[in-house]
């Protein structure tokens, strides 16, 4: 919740902490930061099996799913700052993630970056926040979320 606010400076993922999250996962200072903030939070919180990548299908390995095609996996629930996943049709995979906060009936409540907080849900601008962008809270229907993992392995 320490990033909430953070906004890119001319719309270009052009921000000190958005380059701090993307060094520490090896890409390139200016790519998009969704899931290398993702990853960044899960390894301050002390996660340790999360992997060191902004490639976000490779946060919902089969073993920490909750939620896949959006359905709930039997026995499973989701958790706050379990993390999100939406599928876009055009890459054929995950490629958007947030954190779960909780449910409004059928909405979900998340924290995600690289979107905007007036980005209408799938549009361009919500996809690549390419209007500056930042770290928001966000609102969506439950059917936007594809994929939910639970990284709950932290360090003592």
């Given at each position: 919740?320490?990033?909430?606010?953070?906004?890119?400076?001319?719309?270009?993922?052009?921000?000190?902490?958005?380059?701090?999250?993307?060094?520490r996962v090896?890409?390139?200072?200016?790519s998009?930061?969704?899931?290398?903030?993702?990853?960044n939070?899960?390894?301050?919180?002390?996660v340790?099996?999360?992997?060191?990548t902004?490639w976000?299908p490779?946060?919902?390995?089969?073993?920490?799913?909750?939620?896949?095609?959006?359905?709930l996996?039997?026995g499973?629930?989701?958790?706050?700052?379990?993390?999100?996943?939406?599928?876009?049709?055009?890459?054929?995979?995950?490629a958007?993630?947030g954190f779960?906060?909780y449910t409004?009936?059928?909405?979900?409540?998340?924290?995600?970056?690289?979107t905007?907080?007036?980005?209408?849900s799938?549009?361009?601008?919500?996809r690549?926040?390419?209007?500056?962008g930042?770290?928001?809270?966000?609102?969506?229907?439950?059917?936007?979320?594809?994929?939910?993992?639970?990284?709950?392995?932290c360090k003592?």
């Amino acid at each position: 919740m320490a990033d909430l606010g953070v906004r890119e400076k001319t719309g270009r993922n052009d921000h000190p902490l958005i380059a701090k999250w993307n060094r520490r996962v090896g890409v390139p200072i200016n790519s998009p930061y969704c899931a290398s903030w993702v990853v960044n939070k899960l390894l301050d919180a002390g996660v340790i099996e999360v992997p060191l990548t902004a490639w976000s299908p490779s946060l919902f390995p089969k073993h920490a799913r909750v939620m896949w095609a959006g359905v709930l996996i039997p026995g499973k629930k989701l958790r706050m700052m379990d993390v999100l996943g939406m599928w876009f049709k055009s890459r054929k995979r995950i490629a958007h993630v947030g954190f779960f906060l909780y449910t409004l009936g059928d909405h979900i409540r998340s924290i995600e970056a690289n979107t905007s907080t007036t980005a209408v849900s799938g549009s361009a601008e919500d996809r690549d926040a390419t209007t500056g962008g930042g770290v928001v809270y966000k609102t969506r229907h439950r059917r936007a979320w594809y994929g939910a993992s639970s990284f709950k392995n932290c360090k003592p």
